[in-house]
């Protein structure tokens, strides 16, 4: 019986200083993170400072108090662990199809499906939004699930065409030849292979799900929040989902006067209270948005 081969001296302590590094580079900006949150707003932390001169929970209770992140997290998990899990079943038809089967324009299928991957995100968010208006589509969760699993589905499949790839077809073939229907041949022969593959893909797509931004900010603005378009709002600039998006109800029934259309504009506009958007209801876009005698129910800038 041959003997196990031991670890050189110099190759485990290469492996410490490479899992000690990784560890670092994980560790320290989370550390970085926690101590921001922190940092008091009348005691600044600045050079030469190592630590925070004065620990408050302040910010921590102003977020949680003065913007909807509580909800904004039960719609986030929600909605990641719904896309999470429909992402997973649409996805193992395909990856079946490109791991076990061989037939003409499979390369070409497996590339064609990363194209959601090539578009910028806004540029697929604002299509995806007119794409639902024309279907009539205005659930704002539905929309925003639809959207997540077009954009991460590639993901799964690719993970999960890499699974299937590794089940031996001798093991399907005795489990087939034993008796075995279809679902025990895939619980028994495949599912113990592809079990790490599909734990990766519905982490990978939870994850991206979860911080994912852009169609989350143009289908789902203002009515259903996610914490990422919070995140957004705290980078600076007075950014705010409802100004950006600027999507408002307006009971516009038969207006025939430019002057009281614009009014009407400002006057559902005020309510987002942003300095970068005071001027969006310009004579351009009243008269693009509030063409006398459009008769409308809903009007969206």
């Given amino acids: 019986m041959k003997a196990r081969e031991t670890l050189s001296p110099l190759r485990i302590v ?4 490479i899992t ?3 560890m670092l580079w994980l560790v320290i900006p989370f550390m970085l993170t926690v101590l921001w949150s922190l940092v008091d707003k009348t005691h600044p932390w600045a050079w030469p400072d190592a630590l925070p001169p004065v620990v408050s929970l302040g910010r921590w209770v102003e977020v949680w108090t ?3 992140l509580p909800q904004a997290l039960r719609n986030s998990y929600l909605l990641a662990a719904t896309v999470s899990v429909c992402t997973l079943v649409l996805s193992l038809p395909a990856a079946w199809a490109f791991g076990r089967m061989s037939f003409t324009g499979k390369h070409f299928l497996q590339n064609a499906i990363l194209l959601p991957l090539i578009v910028p995100g806004f540029v697929v ?3 995806f939004s007119m794409l639902l208006n024309v279907a009539g589509i205005h659930s704002r969760f539905g929309g925003i699930l639809l959207g997540h699993i077009i954009i991460l589905m590639p993901y799964a499949v690719r993970i999960l065409t890499l699974s299937f790839s590794q ?3 001798d093991t399907l073939d005795a489990a087939r030849d034993m008796g075995a229907s279809v679902i025990n ?3 028994v022969a495949c599912l113990p292979t ?3 593959g599909i734990f990766a893909a519905l982490i990978i797509v939870f994850t991206l799900s979860i911080e994912e931004f852009a169609i989350s900010f143009i289908v789902g603005s203002p009515d259903f929040i996610t914490v990422p378009a919070i995140l957004y709002s705290y980078l600076g600039y007075n950014f705010n989902a409802g100004c950006a998006k600027c999507h408002f109800n307006a009971d516009c029934r038969k207006i025939t006067d430019k002057k009281s259309c614009r009014r009407l504009c400002r006057k559902r506009l005020t309510v ?3 300095r970068y958007w005071g001027n969006i209801c310009s004579d351009s876009l009243l008269q693009y948005y509030c063409w006398p005698g459009l008769s409308v129910a809903r009007l969206r800038i």
């Fill in 185 to 187: 041949r895939f619980l």
């Fill in 194 to 196: 592809i079990r790490p």
């Fill in 14 to 17: 290469m492996m410490i200083i």
């Fill in 125 to 127: 968010a604002l299509f």
């Fill in 272 to 274: 987002f209270n942003s």
């Fill in 66 to 68: 003065t913007t909807a």
């Fill in 20 to 22: 000690a590094l990784f």
């Fill in 167 to 169: 089940i031996r077809q």
